[in-house]
């Protein structure tokens, strides 16, 4: 179950990537491969559980929680933020900080969070927790570069944004809306028919709500894989300190990288955290050290990911990605 896959899994889940829910027969015919073959490889990946497409709610606001552990309990302590509710991510790391997640919280309940909640978690000695100012790149948005424009252009990318997007964020969600929400969580590929019948509505409706949540940005789908299994086993966790006035090159190189997952601009020592990846530590220590990115960079600490106990809101379970 370890290990890479093989180059047509790997392009299958780089056309997953661009959407989720996208037929096999569109990724087949973008990716010039027999239907059949794709089919058969994309459903063995899903139905082992190697990867998961699901929804994800995009957060209002969020902090990022680094925390340091009592010895031997760095495991049990990840484990346990990612069993959370609100958390999206967590990782045990090397480095000064034993673990990291990102958790969803909105300004009013961070002061119960961070004075009464985490100080009970299983393991922690200490923390630290920096809101999250925004998102130049969420894991939604990472493309690792196993497709060209030309085959990602012919998946599709069906989110754009509503044209009235303000207009339409204030319509509260109703019950067939959550229902639909929540069966995209266990499942982001569940066929439009199954969602009908679990929320009471036609199918025409439910495929206009589908379509409606994700580009109004209510949901996001994403597909949950660990990146070893696609070239880039090597992953760390970068806290980047730079000089205001060189912060938008510095933020430019870094999303110019297709090894770059994730970045988020925080409040507290770091202006931005990085999740990077890369094909070993060779390949990362280039990158540190020779991108040109690197040269704007003020201070740089880095914290190898040991293990993911949550990604994308999916926690890991025993050889597969569990709700």
Same mark, same amino acid.
């Given at each position: 179950?370890?290990?890479?896959?093989?180059?047509?899994?790997?392009?299958? %889940? +780089?056309? &997953?990537? $661009?959407?989720?829910? /996208?037929?096999?027969?569109? =990724?087949? #015919?973008? !990716?010039?491969?027999?239907?059949?073959?794709?089919?058969?490889?994309?459903?063995?990946?899903?139905?082992?559980?190697?990867?998961?497409?699901?929804?994800?709610?995009?957060?209002?606001?969020?902090?990022?929680?680094?925390?340091?552990?009592?010895?031997?309990?760095?495991?049990?302590?990840?484990?346990?933020?990612?069993?959370?509710?609100?958390?999206?991510?967590?990782?045990?790391?090397?480095?000064?900080?034993?673990? %990291? +997640?990102? &958790?969803? $919280?909105?300004?009013? /309940?961070?002061?119960?969070? =961070?004075? #009464?909640? !985490?100080?009970?978690?299983?393991?922690?000695?200490?923390?630290?927790?920096?809101?999250?100012?925004?998102?130049?790149?969420?894991?939604?948005?990472?493309?690792?570069?196993?497709?060209?424009?030309?085959?990602?252009?012919?998946?599709?990318?069906?989110?754009?944004?509503?044209?009235?997007?303000?207009?339409?964020?204030?319509?509260?969600?109703?019950?067939?809306?959550?229902?639909?929400?929540?069966?995209?969580?266990?499942?982001?590929?569940?066929?439009?028919?199954?969602? /009908?019948?679990?929320?009471? =509505?036609?199918?025409?409706?439910?495929?206009?709500?589908?379509?409606?949540?994700?580009?109004?940005?209510?949901?996001?789908?994403?597909?949950?894989?660990?990146?070893?299994?696609?070239?880039?086993?090597?992953?760390?966790?970068?806290?980047?300190?730079?000089?205001?006035?060189?912060?938008?090159?510095?933020?430019?190189?870094?999303?110019?990288?297709?090894?770059?997952?994730?970045?988020?601009?925080?409040?507290?020592?770091?202006?931005?955290?990085?999740?990077?990846?890369?094909?070993?530590?060779? /390949?990362?220590?280039?990158?540190?050290?020779?991108?040109?990115?690197?040269?704007?960079?003020?201070?740089?600490?880095?914290?190898?990911?040991?293990?993911?106990?949550?990604?994308?809101?999916?926690?890991?379970?025993?050889?597969?990605?569990?709700?």
């Amino acid at each position: 179950m370890n290990g890479t896959l093989n180059p047509l899994e790997q392009r299958i %889940v +780089a056309a &997953l990537q $661009v959407d989720g829910r /996208a037929s096999w027969k569109r =990724i087949a #015919d973008a !990716l010039h491969e027999p239907e059949r073959n794709v089919i058969r490889y994309g459903t063995a990946l899903l139905e082992s559980g190697r990867i998961a497409v699901t929804a994800l709610a995009v957060p209002d606001s969020a902090v990022l929680v680094r925390v340091q552990c009592a010895p031997g309990t760095v495991r049990v302590t990840t484990n346990a933020l990612a069993q959370r509710r609100d958390c999206i991510f967590a990782y045990a790391l090397t480095g000064s900080a034993d673990c %990291v +997640a990102e &958790l969803v $919280v909105s300004p009013d /309940a961070l002061p119960q969070l =961070i004075l #009464d909640e !985490l100080p009970g978690t299983v393991g922690l000695v200490r923390f630290s927790a920096d809101p999250v100012l925004s998102y130049p790149r969420t894991v939604n948005e990472w493309h690792p570069g196993i497709l060209t424009e030309e085959e990602r252009a012919a998946v599709g990318e069906p989110d754009a944004p509503h044209p009235d997007l303000d207009r339409a964020m204030s319509r509260p969600l109703d019950g067939a809306d959550q229902t639909i929400v929540r069966e995209l969580i266990a499942d982001g590929r569940v066929s439009s028919a199954s969602l /009908a019948r679990t929320a009471g =509505i036609s199918e025409p409706t439910a495929r206009r709500r589908l379509a409606m949540l994700r580009s109004t940005r209510r949901i996001q789908l994403r597909l949950v894989v660990e990146p070893g299994l696609l070239g880039l086993p090597t992953e760390a966790m970068l806290w980047i300190k730079a000089r205001p006035a060189q912060l938008p090159q510095l933020l430019d190189g870094i999303l110019a990288s297709p090894l770059v997952r994730y970045v988020a601009t925080t409040t507290g020592e770091y202006q931005l955290v990085a999740n990077l990846t890369a094909p070993n530590e060779a /390949a990362l220590y280039r990158t540190l050290t020779t991108a040109p990115w690197a040269e704007h960079v003020q201070a740089l600490e880095v914290d190898m990911v040991l293990f993911a106990g949550k990604r994308s809101g999916r926690a890991k379970g025993a050889n597969s990605w569990v709700v």
